[in-house]
T-cell receptor, first 110, second 116 residues
Framework: EDKVVQSPLSLVVHEGDTVTLNCSYE??????LLWYKQEKKAPTFLFML??SGIEKKSGRLSSILDKKELFSILNITATQTGDSAVYLC??????????WGAGTKLIIKP | DGGITQSPKYLFRKEGQNVTLSCEQN?????MYWYRQDPGQGLRLIYY???????QKGDIAEGYSVSREKKESFPLTVTSAQKNPTAFYLC???????????????FGPGTRLTVL
C-alpha cells in the first residue's frame, strides 16, 4: 500500500531558528513529490521535486529529494511568525493521483 | 478573477440527510478533484474527474457521489451512507490530469461539514 509519512507531527520553535521537516514515502511508480503550505484553509503550492539531489529554493525555503532513500526534506531558515502553518507533503504515483502525508504543524513563537 | 469557489463555507446536516457541496472553477481546467481532510491525516482523495461526463473513484469514495455535467462544475454529494461525514472538504482543479505533474493543482477554500 502506498504511503507518505511526515515527521515530526508538530514542532514549536522561536523566531530566527532553522527548521527541517521530513517526508518519507513508499509509492508505486513515483513521479514527483510536492510540498504545500496550509495556513487557514486551502493548501498553497511550494515545490515540486522530481530529480534526486537537486535542491529547489525559494527565499528562506528550500527542499531536496533523495530517491534512493525515498525521502525529502523541507528547510526553513530564519523562521518568522508568518511561517506558522501546516506543511503537507504529497507524492504523485500511479494514475497521476496524489498520496498525502498527515502534515507537520509548525508553530513559530515570537 | 480566476479561481475555484466552494460553497457553503460551513454546513450542518442532520444524520440521515444527503447534502451537496458545490465546487466551481473558471480556470478552464479539465481535471477536478475532491479531497477530505481529517485532523491528523493527510488529504484523502474521494473522487476525481479528468473530463466532462467522466469521473473515477478515489481512495474513499464509499458514501459519496459526484457528477461532471459541465467543465466548470464538480458537485459532491455526501449521502446518508457515509458513516463519518464530519470533515473538511477541499475541491481542486488542474489543467490536465493526464499530462502528468500536479504542481498546478489549485485548491478552493473548502467546506466544513458537521453532522449533528
Amino acid at each position: 500500500e502506498d504511503k507518505v509519512v511526515q515527521s515530526p507531527l508538530s514542532l514549536v520553535v522561536h523566531e530566527g531558528d532553522t527548521v527541517t521537516l521530513n517526508c518519507s514515502y513508499e509509492v508505486t511508480n513515483f513521479r514527483s513529490l510536492l510540498w504545500y503550505k496550509q495556513e487557514k484553509k486551502a493548501p498553497t503550492f511550494l515545490f515540486m521535486l522530481t530529480s534526486s539531489g537537486i535542491e529547489k529554493k525559494s527565499g528562506r525555503l528550500s527542499s531536496i529529494l533523495d530517491k534512493k532513500e525515498l525521502f525529502s526534506i523541507l528547510n526553513i531558515t530564519a523562521t518568522q511568525t508568518g511561517d506558522s502553518a501546516v506543511y503537507l507533503c504529497a507524492v504523485e504515483g500511479s494514475n497521476y493521483q496524489l498520496i498525502w502525508g498527515a502534515g507537520t504543524k509548525l508553530i513559530i513563537k515570537p | 478573477d480566476g479561481g475555484i469557489t466552494q460553497s457553503p463555507k460551513y454546513l450542518f446536516r442532520k444524520e440521515g440527510q444527503n447534502v451537496t457541496l458545490s465546487c466551481e472553477q473558471n480556470l478552464n481546467h479539465d481535471a477536478m478533484y475532491w479531497y477530505r481532510q481529517d485532523p491528523g491525516q493527510g488529504l484523502r482523495l474521494i473522487y476525481y474527474s479528468q473530463i466532462v461526463n467522466d469521473f473515477q473513484k478515489g481512495d474513499i469514495a464509499e458514501g459519496y457521489s459526484v457528477s461532471r455535467e459541465k467543465k466548470e462544475s464538480f458537485p459532491l454529494t455526501v449521502t446518508s451512507a457515509q458513516k463519518n461525514p464530519t470533515a473538511f472538504y477541499l475541491c481542486a482543479s488542474s489543467p490536465a490530469a493526464l499530462a502528468g505533474g500536479v504542481d498546478t493543482q489549485y485548491f478552493g477554500p473548502g467546506t466544513r461539514l458537521t453532522v449533528l
